[in-house]
């Protein structure tokens, strides 16, 4: 089975601190994403990345930056994290080409709450 | 710019009972629709995934049918069950890594 796993499932954070979550997914997918998820707004996309080093900005990137430094692993940070940042995050990962060919496989969710 | 609708926003029906959950879409030159569940606080978990080219996807229960010259695609769930309690969200992509999600359809099967 796809996995896809981030490091915390919840976190509280005061406004103005760097705040890293933190995803690996254990199945060799190119892509990966950040999404945050607010009740009325549904889904949005904050980046994503394709390949190793590369990234995309998604509709929100305002106030997040990412790292991708391998392959399996793909980092949101929040560089100075503000009370409209309390949020789910949700990160996700997809391969290309095949039958499952873009096929998205989520996470369990980061719950941040930044006071 | 895509737009997904799943209506209703809710569905409360006893156990037993077939649910039938809508997604239309506006543009239909998709790649492909994938539809997912999600119980509270939870992420999202993918239940079918139907290639631009498929008319439709089984796996138990669950069907999902794709119709892209109308821009919809419905998802039967057959005997409903009171665990098929949850948030059912579709999402259309376009091949440009930006997936489309609908607000979703939350379920309650009552026992």
């Known amino acids: 089975d796809v996995k896809v796993t981030q490091s915390s499932r919840y976190l509280v954070k005061r406004t103005g601190e760097k705040v890293f979550l933190e995803c690996v997914q254990d199945?060799?997918?190119?892509?990966m994403f950040w999404y945050r998820q607010d009740p009325g707004l549904g889904l949005r996309l904050i980046y994503f990345?394709?390949?190793?080093?590369?990234?995309e900005k998604g509709d929100i990137p305002e106030g997040y930056s990412v790292s991708r430094e391998k392959k399996e692993r793909f980092s949101l940070i929040l560089e100075s994290a503000s009370t409209n940042q309390t949020s789910m995050y949700l990160c996700?990962?997809?391969?290309?080409?095949?039958?499952?060919?873009?096929?998205?496989?989520f996470g369990e969710g980061s719950r941040l709450t930044v006071l | 710019k895509q737009e997904v609708t799943q209506i209703p926003a809710a569905l409360s029906v006893p156990e037993g009972e077939n649910l039938v959950l809508n997604c239309s879409f506006t543009?239909?030159?998709?790649?492909?629709l994938q539809w997912f569940r999600q119980d509270p606080g939870k992420g999202l978990t993918s239940l079918l995934l139907?290639?631009?080219?498929?008319r439709e996807q089984t796996s138990g229960r669950l069907n999902a049918s794709l119709d892209k010259s109308s821009g919809r695609s419905t998802l039967y769930i057959a005997a409903s069950q009171p665990g098929d309690s949850a948030t059912y969200l579709c999402?259309?992509?376009?091949?440009?890594?930006?997936?489309?999600f609908g607000a979703g359809t939350t379920v309650t099967v009552r026992a």
């Open positions: 996700a990962s997809s391969g290309q080409g095949g039958d499952s060919g873009g096929e998205l496989f």
């Open positions: 199945m060799d997918h190119e892509n």
């Open positions: 990345s394709y390949d190793v080093k590369m990234k």
């Open positions: 543009d239909s030159a998709i790649y492909n």
């Open positions: 139907i290639q631009s080219s498929q």
């Open positions: 999402a259309c992509d376009s091949n440009d890594y930006k997936l489309s």
